[in-house]
């Protein structure tokens, strides 16, 4: 069975911590992406990385970073945590389609953060 | 930009059948993925088009023009358990990114 993993399912920070959230995929994809998914938005692409040590911005990379030392593990860190970045927190993967195309992807369970 | 529409809520009947339609505007199209989330669960993928017109998937199918920017998700036999937000997602060739709906809530009723 295919899995997806993230490190907390829900996680309190306070004002300007640095906050590091883990996903681990076991399924050997090339792809991994963060996400955010707040009420009425829908799911926002934060960063993605389509092989080790490689990263490209999403849509809303102010305020983030990722790191992709390996190929199972895809880490965003918030540099230092605000209010507006309380939010579910989704990481996915995806294998690769012929051509380079993503295919459809997986994503772990979402770690929900509160920044107070 | 990239804009992706969808309505927020439905209500169907259980064993009734639903569409539940996505619109998009976007450059760089190659395929549009549909995903079902139930409330406090990761999305899970039920389908995808790449070219035009039908895809079925035993109780669902999804349909795609790509010349009106519009996509269908067709449920069947609707059941209890069918209760959930339904994601539509467009892939485009800008980096192979993914551009997410804002979700439809269905609500099944007995």
């Known amino acids: 069975d295919v899995k997806v993993t993230q490190s907390s399912r829900y996680l309190v920070k306070r004002t300007g911590e640095k906050v590091f959230l883990e996903c681990v995929q076991d399924?050997?994809?090339?792809?991994m992406f963060w996400y955010r998914q707040d009420p009425g938005l829908g799911l926002r692409l934060i960063y993605f990385?389509?092989?080790?040590?490689?990263?490209e911005k999403g849509d809303i990379p102010e305020g983030y970073s990722v790191s992709r030392e390996k190929k199972e593990r895809f880490s965003l860190i918030l540099e230092s945590a605000s209010t507006n970045q309380t939010s579910m927190y989704l990481c996915?993967?995806?294998?690769?389609?012929?051509?380079?195309?993503?295919?459809?992807?997986?994503f772990g369970p979402g770690t929900r953060l509160t920044v107070l | 930009g990239q804009n992706i529409d969808q309505p927020t809520e439905m209500t169907a009947t259980e064993g009734a059948i639903v569409q539940i339609n996505c619109t998009y505007q976007?450059?760089?199209?190659?395929?549009l993925f549909w995903y079902q989330q139930h409330a406090g669960e990761a999305p899970t993928f039920l389908s995808y088009n790449v070219l035009d017109g039908l895809e079925e998937k035993g109780r669902f199918s999804s349909f795609l023009s790509r010349s009106k920017g519009y996509s269908y998700l067709l449920l069947k036999e609707l059941q209890m358990k069918d209760s959930a937000s339904y994601l539509c997602?467009?892939?485009?060739?800008?980096?192979?990114?993914?551009?997410f709906g804002s979700g439809t809530k269905l609500n099944v009723k007995p």
């Open positions: 996915a993967s995806s294998s690769l389609l012929a051509g380079g195309l993503p295919n459809e992807q997986f």
């Open positions: 990385s389509y092989d080790v040590k490689m990263k």
């Open positions: 399924m050997d994809h090339e792809n």
């Open positions: 976007t450059s760089g199209f190659n395929g």
């Open positions: 997602a467009v892939r485009v060739y800008n980096f192979n990114k993914f551009y």
